[in-house]
């Protein structure tokens, strides 16, 4: 493996014919940032602490089983810094995508090495580090080797629960303080011990006498019945649940990433604007969103699992630039039986359905009979009142009569 990067960076001098582009006394770096076996090694000078604690947690995010070590890295408020945001991007496709990258930066030139199976991978770096070239020269130290050359990196993946400092400037670690001892930690021997210990209880209860673990069956309590509820002839009341909402899952438009990078396609601007326009509209506004990267088959696990993650913060981030708000999104890795990466981000829609609101047709047909019935009774008034005129005409006339 050291054999094949050897081969890689002689080859690469003897192309380039350059020879001073190594590290020399004479030729300090003004940053240099390299991904080594046991950590990622700062060295150089950035502008303030924030800076470097910055450049520290953009690595510890793709990389959070390398610890960050201060090789010599110093704050000079007149250092000349790249743009970060650029730098970030670049630093994290360089810790996804290669083994042992390193990034370097002079006056006037920058260097770019490590060891890599992917040719996108190759050109979404270019790519990235294009607008860091600014009056300097690229050297290019990336060497593309097979797949079973490249060792199964291991990585535990977690992500960052302390907001910490990563860096610390005041003291630099020596080869005795970088040391640790090999084998497992006795955090994770000391449960395994604790179990074994315990074994005991569940071959029959040997050894110490100790009764052995057996199921027991669940005791539930029994309803308590009030004596009202026990008269006859009276009816006992039960509340029904209340009805849940239907939901629908409406699949989106996905979003497509080049293989084996974090870099968009080409023709996702206009996807990404299409997909905004329907979150921001009925019936999917404000609704929960599920974003699900799809995770191929082939390849290194944790590799997989790492771009998976990032292309599902670059999703949320593209979405929340644009006005989505951050709290609908949730994330759920799909897996694929492909074992070619396809890139696909896929996103999902949950929309209940809304519940229809209690009709007051009955009140409404209450009210209808009564002006029903009081229009007749204003009616009756004059018929009664000309009976009574009638009737008292004709007793006059009798009477005259």
């Not at 990258?101 to 090495?113: H, I, P």
């Not at 607008?131 to 199964?152: A, F, G, K, S």
């Not at 309590?221 to 509340?239: D, L, R, S």
């Not at 209690?358 to 009142?385: F, I, L, N, R």
Request: proline share 7%; with cysteine; net charge negative.
């Amino acid at each position: 493996m050291r054999n094949a990067l050897r081969v890689c960076l002689i080859f690469g001098l003897l192309l380039t014919g350059a020879r001073s582009v190594a590290f020399s006394p004479k030729d300090p770096p003004l940053l240099s940032i390299r991904f080594a076996e046991t950590g990622v090694e700062f060295n150089g000078t950035v502008d303030s602490e924030e800076t470097g604690q910055m450049l520290a947690t953009s690595v510890k995010s793709v990389r959070p089983d390398l610890a960050i070590i201060n090789r010599g890295l110093q704050v000079d408020p007149e250092a000349t810094m790249p743009d970060l945001e650029d730098l970030k991007s670049l630093l994290e496709e360089l810790g996804l995508s290669t083994h042992e990258g390193m990034l370097v930066f002079w006056d006037d030139r920058v260097l770019l090495s490590g060891l890599t199976d992917s040719v996108i991978s190759v050109a979404a770096l270019k790519i990235l580090i294009e607008p860091l070239m600014i009056d300097r020269n690229l050297i290019n130290r990336i060497c593309i080797v097979n797949t079973d050359d490249l060792p199964d990196i291991k990585v535990n993946l977690t992500t960052l629960e302390s907001q910490e400092a990563l860096l610390d400037f005041e003291s630099y670690p020596t080869a005795e303080e970088l040391f640790e001892i090999p084998g497992l930690p006795l955090a994770k021997i000391y449960p395994a011990l604790v179990m074994l210990s315990d074994l005991s209880r569940i071959n029959g209860g040997g050894g110490n006498g100790i009764a052995p673990v057996r199921a027991q069956p669940l005791a539930l309590p029994k309803p308590q019945v009030t004596e009202a509820a026990q008269e006859p002839g009276e009816p006992v009341m039960i509340q029904a649940l209340p009805a849940e909402r239907i939901v629908h899952y409406v699949d989106l438009p996905s979003i497509l990433f080049s293989r084996s990078t974090q870099l968009l396609q080409a023709d996702q601007t206009s996807v990404v604007e299409e997909l905004v326009s329907l979150l921001l509209e009925p019936p999917f506004a404000g609704n929960p969103i599920t974003i699900s990267p799809v995770r191929c088959q082939g390849g290194a696990a944790a590799f997989n699992e790492y771009l998976c993650e990032n292309r599902a913060t670059k999703v949320k981030e593209l979405l929340a630039q644009r006005g989505i708000d951050e709290t609908l999104f949730t994330v759920d890795i799909r897996e694929s039986s492909s074992p070619v990466d396809t890139g696909e981000v896929k996103l999902q829609v949950i929309v209940p359905e809304a519940m229809e609101e209690e009709a007051e047709a009955p009140q409404s047909e209450t009210e209808a009979p009564q002006s029903e019935t009081e229009a007749p009774e204003e009616d009756s008034e004059p018929d009664d009142s000309g009976q009574v005129a009638e009737s008292a005409a004709t007793e006059t006339v009798e009477t005259e009569q």
